[in-house]
């Protein structure tokens, strides 16, 4: 049985899931030069010159940028369970092995690809389309069937 759509929606998800993994990295890298060495000393001493910042309100801002890089280790995590789970639905799909493996693996991928993105939603489609085509019906000897009439006119 094709599957077509399933592999196209599956193929496309990958590729943002892929993109969005490398972006979070890059994301991930750009925090830790905000939170570590002199960047993070000259980005204090100008808040500090701030006349209108008191000593709270750097030390909050600073605490922030230290919990954002924390937090995007988390979705770096997160994309990588998204893409191993669409990586493995995949692999059940193409290979006609088990569709609704694949679906199911295609939900958990969309859960973990941030519930209402676009991946996600592709992937949801994707898995509903494996639930829910089925394989097609072996053909059915149409011999016993009388056909007194020869198609041309029927009666109604």
Same mark, same amino acid.
């Given at each position: 049985?094709?599957?077509?759509?399933?592999?196209?929606?599956?193929?496309?998800?990958?590729?943002?899931?892929?993109?969005?993994?490398?972006?979070?990295?890059?994301?991930?890298?750009? %925090?830790?030069?905000?939170?570590?060495?002199? /960047?993070?000393?000259?980005?204090? %001493?100008?808040?500090?010159?701030?006349?209108? /910042?008191?000593?709270?309100?750097?030390?909050? +801002?600073?605490?922030?940028?230290?919990?954002?890089?924390?937090?995007?280790?988390? +979705?770096?995590?997160? #994309?990588?369970?998204?893409?191993?789970?669409?990586? +493995?639905?995949?692999?059940? %799909?193409?290979?006609?092995?088990?569709?609704? #493996?694949?679906?199911?693996?295609?939900?958990?991928?969309?859960?973990?690809?941030? +519930?209402?993105?676009?991946?996600?939603? %592709? /992937?949801?489609?994707?898995?509903? /389309?494996?639930?829910?085509?089925?394989?097609?019906?072996?053909?059915?000897?149409?011999?016993?069937?009388?056909?007194?009439?020869?198609?041309?006119?029927?009666? #109604?």
């Amino acid at each position: 049985m094709k599957r077509t759509a399933e592999k196209v929606l599956s193929v496309i998800s990958l590729v943002f899931t892929v993109l969005s993994v490398i972006g979070s990295f890059i994301f991930v890298a750009i %925090m830790k030069t905000f939170t570590e060495g002199t /960047l993070r000393t000259e980005i204090e %001493m100008e808040l500090y010159a701030d006349p209108e /910042l008191t000593v709270e309100d750097v030390d909050m +801002i600073l605490s922030v940028l230290e919990y954002f890089e924390g937090f995007s280790w988390f +979705i770096v995590v997160v #994309l990588v369970i998204s893409l191993i789970a669409t990586i +493995i639905g995949m692999i059940f %799909m193409w290979n006609e092995k088990n569709p609704k #493996l694949a679906g199911i693996m295609f939900i958990v991928a969309g859960l973990f690809a941030f +519930i209402l993105s676009p991946t996600s939603i %592709m /992937l949801y489609i994707a898995a509903i /389309l494996c639930f829910t085509r089925k394989p097609p019906l072996a053909a059915e000897d149409q011999s016993f069937i009388d056909n007194q009439y020869d198609d041309s006119m029927r009666p #109604l």
